[in-house]
């Protein structure tokens, strides 16, 4: 005759080991439906131009649609809150970049998550590098020239606004150079390049792959790239290194993450999909049109993402402290 007790705990192993293969088989079938990938800003910007072309990258390697959803609003920080509080189950992921994961924390007393506890980074995809473009008729074409002349008579310098990732970049630049800069908000990138053409400023830190076709045209002078080595689309423009700004680049990243509590498996079919995709020719010639750098193989991983996330906070950190940001 049976043992009450053997019963009971054969029972238990067989449902444990009916669960473990159930759970394995749903794991094996990810994804089985749509991905949702988050872009938390109108459509048309790098983070909607990254978003919809790594996307469709992954898509081929999942075997499932990636549909892009714009959800704007709050520097990115709506549809941040609505991934951080999504199901971890992998089916809604967020495109990333400074303002949500490295900057809203500084200049929002409640952005409504924490970008260090309630994201899983999958990987980084590529950075857009800040750039000083001046005024055509400012007579100042070096980083020294431009400080020297700043100490003569005060310079504008505008940013796409208060507490933006080239507003922190400009703090930054200005702390370590001593410039005499005076910061210019405006609503946004777009917004100050027909200023900086007309003379209404005299100068602005923007992305590059912004002020890239007005440089050519000679509307705009780069003045310097902060990038750890010149662009091939404008070689004639020195880094911020090279012209004396010790170890100073910055620029505007975007990566792919998930909530917080989704499986290791499911972030491992996720890195591989977005790595597959960032080998594709198609999505680096769409990178070297925008002027954006692809990540490195470290950083393209969930590991490397999270230890650049990381570092990025606390440069926002000092940043944040250096403009003297309050939080609103």
Do not use: C, M, W
């Given at each position: 005759m049976k043992s009450p007790l053997r019963h009971i705990a054969l029972k238990a192993l067989g449902s444990a080991l009916l669960l473990t293969l159930l759970s394995g088989s749903a794991l094996a079938a990810y994804p089985e439906r749509a991905i949702h990938l988050i872009v938390p800003f109108a459509?048309?910007?790098n983070a909607d131009i990254v978003g919809r072309l790594v996307g469709q990258g992954m898509s081929q390697s999942l075997g499932q649609p990636v549909v892009v959803d714009n959800k704007a609003g709050a520097g990115g920080g709506v549809g941040a809150v609505q991934v951080a509080h999504a199901a971890p189950d992998g089916y809604t992921l967020l495109?990333?970049?400074n303002g949500p994961l490295t900057v809203n924390p500084f200049i929002q007393l409640n952005p409504g998550?924490?970008?260090?506890?309630?994201?899983a980074p999958i990987g980084l995809t590529s950075n857009v590098p800040h750039a000083i473009i001046v005024t055509p008729g400012l007579a100042a074409k070096t980083v020294n020239e431009?400080?020297?002349?700043?100490?003569?008579?005060?310079i504008t310098i505008a940013t796409s606004g208060i507490g933006s990732a080239t507003h922190l970049t400009l703090a930054l630049f200005t702390a370590?150079?001593?410039?005499?800069?005076?910061?210019v908000p405006y609503k946004g990138g777009g917004d100050l390049l027909p200023n900086v053409m007309g003379g209404q400023v005299q100068g602005a830190m923007t992305e590059f792959s912004a002020a890239l076709?007005?440089?050519?045209?000679?509307?705009?002078?780069?003045?310097?790239?902060?990038?750890?080595k010149r662009s091939e689309l404008a070689s004639e423009v020195p880094t911020m290194i090279e012209s004396g700004v010790k170890d100073f680049t910055a620029g505007s990243y975007i990566g792919v993450l998930a909530p917080t509590g989704v499986s290791v498996d499911i972030v491992s079919k996720l890195q591989a999909a977005l790595i597959a995709a960032l080998r594709l020719p198609v999505t680096l010639e769409r990178f070297k049109e925008i002027g954006a750098e692809l990540a490195s193989?470290?950083?393209?991983?969930?590991?490397?993402?999270?230890?650049?996330?990381?570092?990025?906070?606390e440069n926002s950190r000092e940043a944040a402290r250096i403009a003297d940001l309050k939080k609103e």
């Open positions: 459509p048309g910007g495109s990333g970049s998550y924490d970008p260090l506890k309630d994201f431009l400080i020297a002349l700043s100490k003569r008579g005060q370590k150079t001593g410039a005499n800069l005076l910061h076709p007005l440089h050519k045209a000679g509307k705009v002078r780069f003045i310097a790239i902060a990038s750890a193989p470290e950083q393209q991983t969930a590991a490397g993402f999270s230890a650049f996330i990381k570092q990025d906070y």
